[in-house]
């Protein structure tokens, strides 16, 4: 059995700061975000199309989708937006909850579905912007 010595201790735990600090930046960053409610909008996309996008708003609003993919349905509310119902063989995407904060998403893989939330009145920084797409 080998055993771990000063230097490893050192680098596991290097590896751990880098790890939350990266991931502070990236909390403090979307949870500083200013923004007024009912300003907020999400953009949903079907099989990376856009499909539509919807402002957040607090009026009840149902969105129907309906594809070749599959059924799913979404209900806007109280400034935010969740899935209400899909009809995947695993429904992860009803779990994934409401949403109501930029960049937070409801992805539906079978159905190809993926709801972002975004704020359009932010400006864009080229760190925020994607590099590709696997």
């Not at 949870?31 to 708003?57: C, F, M, P, R, W």
């Not at 070749?68 to 209400?84: A, C, E, P, R, S």
Request: one cysteine or more; a negative charge; proline letters at 3%.
């Amino acid at each position: 059995m080998l055993k771990m010595k000063h230097g490893d201790y050192v680098i596991i735990f290097l590896a751990l700061f880098a790890a939350g600090l990266i991931y502070g930046i990236k909390w403090w960053d979307t949870h500083n975000e200013q923004y007024q409610q009912g300003d907020l909008k999400a953009i949903i996309t079907i099989d990376g199309k856009e499909y539509k996008t919807v402002s957040l708003t607090k009026e009840e609003q149902i969105i129907d989708i309906q594809t070749k993919f599959g059924h799913n349905t979404l209900k806007v509310f109280d400034y935010g937006i969740q899935m209400t119902y899909s009809d995947a063989p695993l429904r992860i995407a009803l779990e994934m909850g409401f949403v109501s904060r930029p960049k937070q998403q409801i992805i539906c893989i079978p159905t190809r579905i993926m709801v972002e939330v975004f704020n359009p009145n932010r400006s864009v920084n080229d760190e925020d912007e994607l590099d590709a797409i696997i």
